[in-house]
């Protein structure tokens, strides 16, 4: 089947570091993107990683590994702002939208 | 620079009515997807517009169809509502492949919609 998994929820605080993870199973793969969604706000882009390895974007970082169908979303320096959803999506051919997971809810704590 | 408009933002409709959403893209943006949201739940691909065509599509029943004009905006229909249709429907928009920036979505705010 086809698939994205990642944690329903992290909790963390405030200064820390977060890793939020995401596995595939997919019938394609050209890609492997990050979003961020704040309650009743619009999913922003954050990373897109095409290829194996990080992707840094100022406190924000993003892995890519095609051979384990995983990546990770790494959140450095966290603030409060931070606190919201984060979805993983994979695109599966040249053509097509994004697959998007069921989206992690991380909650910074002071 | 304006980005995805969506209207409306809040619908209230009842089961078997009908519905349309209407979408801006970002300035700059040719293709157009709607996606659908339950609380929760992370976006589920309705379909995608480029060219006033639609050429991509979810797994989504024939209820639901759609529209873009050329100046790029786009509408969804929802035919037949059911309760289950309660979601908040987001359009995103990108440049077509091939070029920078085609794999970025910019999404709308959404369009929140309650079926009774």
């Known amino acids: 089947g086809q698939s994205l998994e990642q944690p329903s929820e992290v909790t963390a605080v405030e200064g820390a570091i977060v890793q939020i993870n995401c596995t595939y199973q997919?019938?394609?793969?050209?890609?492997l993107s990050w979003y961020q969604q704040h309650d009743g706000g619009a999913p922003t882009f954050l990373s897109y990683?095409?290829?194996?390895g990080l992707e840094e974007t100022g406190r924000f970082s993003s892995f890519l590994s095609r051979s384990d169908s995983y990546g990770y979303l790494l959140l450095q320096e966290l603030q409060m702002k931070d606190s919201a959803s984060y979805f993983c999506?994979?695109?599966?051919?040249?053509?097509?939208?994004?697959?998007f997971g069921a989206g992690t809810r991380l909650t910074v704590k002071p | 620079d304006a980005g995805v408009t969506q209207s409306p933002t809040h619908l209230i409709k009842t089961r078997g009515q009908q519905v349309t959403l209407r979408c801006s893209p970002k300035?700059?943006?040719?293709?157009v997807s709607w996606y659908q949201q339950a609380l929760g739940q992370g976006p589920q691909f309705i379909f995608q517009?480029?060219?006033?065509?639609?050429?991509q599509r979810g797994n989504f029943p024939d209820r639901f169809s759609g529209h873009q004009f050329p100046n790029y905006s786009s509408e969804l229909n929802v035919n037949a509502l059911l309760l289950g249709d309660s979601a908040l429907y987001l359009c995103?928009?990108?440049?077509?492949?091939?070029?920078?920036?085609?794999?970025?979505?910019?999404f709308g705010a959404g369009s929140r919609l309650t079926v009774l």
């Open positions: 995103a928009s990108r440049m077509a492949r091939g070029y920078s920036g085609a794999n970025v979505l910019t």
């Open positions: 300035s700059g943006h040719d293709t």
């Open positions: 990683n095409g290829l194996d």
């Open positions: 999506a994979v695109r599966e051919n040249n053509n097509n939208d994004m697959r």
């Open positions: 517009y480029y060219e006033e065509e639609e050429r």
């Open positions: 997919t019938s394609g793969f050209y890609g």
